[in-house]
């Protein structure tokens, strides 16, 4: 690939007769302008301009109609190497001898892939020699993704072997071509408007996502993304097309887990909470007849009920991705805690200042919980120290702490070693954890109560 230099390119035109030469001749006259070409007759003559350095680049049209190389091989090459020689000829047509050959007629498009095939075929051959050219290029054809360049006109100028497999042909039958004509005319509008709005400076790329329609084969999603190269070069855009056909089912799947996740939610919020508000309502109305430690038990289990469904709707939704965290305090956020917690503040050690980006209400939860385990497995004498970490924070107390064998299982769902526990408190630690893109793990503290280590954290 190239960066479109701008000296003037020399051709001479053999064969392809009149038609040829001559609407080629009028096509570049209102092309760029960079493309001189002239028409020359007889093969030595075209040897010796060759030879003499007066032609940049060979184009030897062959079994065009009206040509007069019918059934010819290109052989002009052989006189000097490092000119390139583009053969034209109708689709089917064997060509030997040439660096590229274009499947064209006397048509204007024919001519615009012949003019692109030139400029490529020259700016290669006095490219060859530019420092790092060689990586750059072996970089472009080492991805796993498609790369194209064209000019401001949408005519193609490079792709990479990557778009050419995807797109199901060769490369050469790529070059000059409108790219496009290579879609759909919605996705040319849609492109055409993200091209507006970089020249606009609206945003900093174009990303166009569509259905990628290859020469023989089905379709399938791609995603487009495209910056304008600026500059007097050749080159005025360069974009990059990716399969997204994964990403989609990912999505999909997500979707469709989210839609049983709002299922489960509302028969959990609902469908379980509705008996037991008419269970609660019966159990005051049995108070008002009778006195009973029964009852006492009856409060009991409906509490124990209402917890674990509460357990359930933020265990559900706490593992959603956060997408747009904010700036939070963690003094602030640990003190705005205490009052659910029902733990002394003389009995919470802050010993940091640090603010992270987060999502404030679950962080919150992250952090009540955490105070709450220390609370349900230390006892109410417990002090808890939140502090800081590389990279993160910690959340500590001064209890029994954790038998190593069991700290493996203490984030899964269920597990609990207090009597009245749900088993749902560190298990919605974790997903909120994991929601923010963090990590936690359970150690041994300072004095030898548990402490969760949380990191990965962004911090201001």
Known sequence: MTHGTTHPIRVGLSGGGDAFSTGFRSFLDTDDGRIDANVVTGSERLGDLVAAGAVDCVVHAVDLPGSDSRGESVAVGETDPAVPVVAVAPEGVPVTGADAVVVAGA?????????????????????????????????????????????????????????????????????????????????????????????????????????????????????????????????????????????????????????????????????????????TGRLALAREECDSDHLDDVERALDRMESLIEGLLTLATEGEDVGDPERVGLPTAVRECLGSVDLPSEQVRIETGRTVRADRDRLRQLLENLLRNAVDHAGDDVTVTVGDLPGGFYVEDDGPGIDPDDRDGVFDVGVSTADDGTGFGLAIVSQIVGAHGWSIDVTTGTEGGARFEVTGVDRE
Do not use: C, W
């Open 107 to 279: 048509t204007e498009e024919g001519y615009r892939r012949v003019a692109a095939h030139v400029r490529a075929a020259v700016d290669a051959s006095r490219g060859g020699s530019v420092p790092g050219r060689d990586l750059y290029e072996t970089v472009l054809e080492s991805i796993d993704d498609a790369v194209y360049a064209i000019r401001a006109d949408g005519t193609i100028v490079y792709v990479n072997d990557r778009y050419a497999r995807m797109k199901g042909t060769d490369r050469a039958a790529l070059i000059g071509t409108d790219i496009y004509e290579l879609v759909t005319d919605e996705t040319a509008e849609r492109a055409r408007r993200e091209r507006q709005a970089l020249e606009r400076r609206e945003s900093d790329v174009g990303v166009v996502e569509y259905e990628f329609t290859p020469v023989d084969g089905e379709p399938f999603p791609a995603e487009m993304r495209f910056s304008v190269v600026g500059g007097d070069g050749e080159v005025d855009r360069v974009g990059v097309i990716r399969d997204i056909s994964a990403r989609q089912e990912r999505e999909e799947i997500l979707r469709r887990k989210n839609r049983r996740l709002e299922e489960f939610t509302g028969i959990v919020s609902h469908d379980l909470r509705s008996p037991l508000n008419v269970a």
